[in-house]
């Protein structure tokens, strides 16, 4: 099975900041990955998958980079609401495996 | 607009069976690829199992052998069997469409305890 580790496992940050999470697969999976974002007590919200393409309705803020084994969120202008959970995900090889998630919380 | 609803948890003893149900809206499971997503208290995302539109199935390690994929095209609903169940499957279980997945379900919490 394919490992992804996220790092860091927390973080903390000032409305205004931009902040880079990591994600790195044990073997590579092209850019088959996709990164999630969750709110307490919500489900996971799609932000970004092939690694850079933004979901529909997304804002630009977010962006993603990479390919092979190591990839990249960042997160522009830190507001409010961005204070939350990120998961990255590979979905090239079943089975499919998440990250340990990395929380963002406020400095 | 693309809708997710999972319904059927609840408690349970070890060893116990239940059956989770996701009805769909706005696009057909039977052309899709859709999928469960675990998430005990306090931790991360699991991926528990996944139904291509070819109808091939694959399971995490943690639950082959125990739990059960499956679909109603008449119904458009998703499933998932769970058999021989054990505490450490108390979670939150999501269904999820889409490979990569872009539509979630608001999840249905299984808790397994004596």
């Known amino acids: 099975d394919i490992q992804m580790t996220q790092s860091p496992s927390s973080l903390s940050a000032s409305v205004g900041d931009r902040v880079t999470i990591t994600c790195r697969a044990s073997q590579g999976i092209n850019n088959y990955l996709a990164w999630f974002q969750q709110k307490p007590g919500k489900a996971p919200k799609s932000l970004i998958y092939?690694?850079?393409k933004l979901q529909s309705g997304v804002p630009s803020k977010f962006s993603g980079s990479g390919s092979g084994t190591d990839f990249t969120l960042t997160i522009s202008n830190l507001q409010p609401e961005d204070f939350a959970t990120y998961f990255c995900q590979q979905y090239n090889f079943n089975p499919l495996t998440f990250g340990g998630g990395t929380k963002v919380e406020i400095k | 607009e693309m809708q997710l609803v999972e319904s059927g948890g609840g408690l349970v003893q070890p060893g116990g069976s239940l059956r989770l149900s996701c009805a769909a809206a706005g696009f057909s499971v039977t052309n899709s690829y859709v999928t469960w997503v675990r998430q005990a208290p306090g931790k991360g995302l699991e991926w528990v199992s996944g139904i291509y539109s070819d109808g091939s199935t694959y399971y995490g390690d943690s639950v082959k052998g125990r739990f059960t994929i499956s679909r109603d095209n008449s119904k458009n609903t998703l499933y998932l069997q769970m058999d021989s169940l054990r505490p450490e499957d108390t979670a939150i279980y999501y269904c999820?469409?889409?490979?990569?997945?872009?539509?979630w379900g608001q999840g249905t919490l299984v808790t397994v305890s004596s």
């Open positions: 092939a690694a850079s």
């Open positions: 999820a469409r889409g490979l990569p997945v872009d539509c």
